[in-house]
């Protein structure tokens, strides 16, 4: 009896021991146990043209989303139902002949999600379509609903109170206020992405009239008031924005433009054009609708002293206000990226590349696929790591791509993508992308109404 109770005992020991060293291998980083993510689309989980709570990719394939299960952590999102706000693009391969045609990328689905759990308190906060100055703004539910009296409902208003306006509260609210509130414990940051794109989508490097110096006024105080908190933060620099796949290389389609004088110049194969490009556009579009090589080189310039301000942002808000900060270097990556792609099985042959469809972007050419925002958190893993010694494992980016549908597209061409391939294009680039993303939430505002009364 005694031997067998000494047995049971040791048993349970083993046991007990067992079950602590299991507990610490799943327990969570605690310095991240309570993130709060402030940011734009990039950061947001939009993708395809939309932002829905699980789709191709949809929120829960979020950066930041990866990060936190690989940490161990929660991080509570805006979970926005089906068909999304707006729906996400799809493939509709009208003939059947089993390549991708111009107009075949569209939506198919009308109307608008809305927030599926409207008393959960996200932590999540980016908003698509923010940058530095809107990052401030607020918004209240007053203001969405003086909106929907007056029929002058704006889209980028519906889409920011979603996220950040509920659950319902008195006062209005913007991402930074949000962020303060929360009392994180560490942040997650990635803004200034749309203060540079316009020089890609309008492809002219004028588009962007922020000079570096007023940009990083705007990052600086964003930094200060963040750093109220105290928490620990990762911090993105912004990528190269003529890397996206919704431009593609002239590659002998385009071989001149007409300047504004009637004169025509030529058209180098690598120069960039939108993917988005009217048909009567061609085969001789104007030449402000052309990207040649030393207008590339000024974009890159730009976003460039952009990352310099943000740089010396981190560095002032670091030594006035004691707060550890990791860099993540997101123009080093999309360079790499595009330079290379990603090898997935060591064939020395990229399986993902930054081309459209090439696994990387999504059907919008600009957002991140699942897939690609597996390589996005693999790099805020690398950056905390670094900084602040944590050993967060990375994502399997390899057993992501398995699972994506657009990291493997049998739609994927062989060369560059056909002008005018997303079919719902209103205009033809792609232009102010997010004021005619806004413009669809506009567009569906009634399915919105009959769901935002019901909150009062």
């Not at 999304?84 to 045609?101: E, F, K, Q, T």
């Not at 912004?238 to 009637?262: F, K, N, W």
């Not at 919008?364 to 670094?386: E, K, M, S, V, Y």
């Amino acid at each position: 009896m005694r031997r067998n109770g000494m047995r049971h005992r040791a048993v349970c020991a083993v046991l007990l021991a067992s079950s602590v060293l299991v507990a610490d291998a799943h327990a969570g980083v605690f310095r991240l146990r309570r993130t709060v993510v402030v940011g734009d689309s990039l950061l947001a989980g939009f993708g395809s043209g939309g932002l829905v709570g699980v789709g191709r990719p949809g929120q829960v394939d979020s950066a930041p989303a990866f990060v936190a299960r690989r940490a161990h952590v929660r991080l509570p999102l805006p979970f926005m139902d089906a068909p999304g706000v707006p729906p996400p693009l799809v493939i509709v391969d009208a003939n059947r002949n089993g390549r991708l045609d111009r107009g075949e990328v569209r939506r198919t689905r009308g109307g608008l999600g809305f927030r599926a759990d409207l008393d959960k308190t996200a932590r999540n906060l980016a908003v698509p379509g923010e940058d530095t100055g809107s990052v401030f703004e607020k918004i209240s539910a007053e203001d969405v609903a003086g909106e929907l009296v007056t029929g002058d409902v704006k889209g980028r208003d519906v889409l920011k109170f979603l996220i950040l306006g509920l659950p319902l509260r008195p006062e209005p609210v913007s991402q930074v206020s949000r962020a303060r509130e929360l009392h994180p414990s560490f942040l997650l940051l990635w803004i200034g992405n749309n203060d540079a794109l316009d020089m890609a989508t309008d492809t002219n490097p004028g588009a962007v009239t922020l000079t570096p110096q007023e940009f990083g006024g705007r990052f600086r105080t964003l930094l200060e008031a963040l750093a109220d908190t105290q928490a620990g933060m990762a911090v993105a620099n912004l990528p190269d924005p003529t890397g996206i796949a919704a431009l593609r290389r002239a590659a002998g389609d385009v071989t001149g433009c007409r300047r504004a004088d009637g004169a025509t110049e030529p058209v180098a194969a690598d120069d960039l054009l939108s993917i988005d490009l009217a048909p009567d556009r061609l085969p001789t579009p104007p030449c402000s609708r052309v990207l040649n090589a030393e207008e590339r080189a000024q974009v890159r310039a730009k976003a460039s002293a952009f990352n310099d301000q943000i740089a010396a942002a981190i560095a002032d808000t670091e030594r006035t206000r004691g707060v550890t900060i990791a860099p993540v270097d997101m123009f080093a990556a999309f360079d790499q990226l595009g330079a290379r792609g990603v090898d997935l099985n060591g064939d020395g042959t990229a399986d993902l590349t930054t081309r459209y469809l090439g696994g990387i972007f999504s059907l919008d050419g600009i957002h991140p696929t699942r897939t690609g925002n597996a390589l996005l958190a693999n790099a805020f893993i690398d950056a905390i790591n670094a900084r602040f010694g944590e050993s967060i494992p990375h994502v399997d980016v390899a057993r992501v791509a398995a699972r994506d549908p657009l990291a493997h597209s049998r739609f994927r061409p062989a060369g560059e993508v056909p002008f005018g391939v997303i079919g719902d294009s209103e205009g033809d680039d792609l232009e102010a992308f997010f004021t005619r993303a806004f413009a669809r939430i506009a567009d569906g505002i009634d399915d919105f109404r009959r769901r935002f009364e019901r909150l009062f």
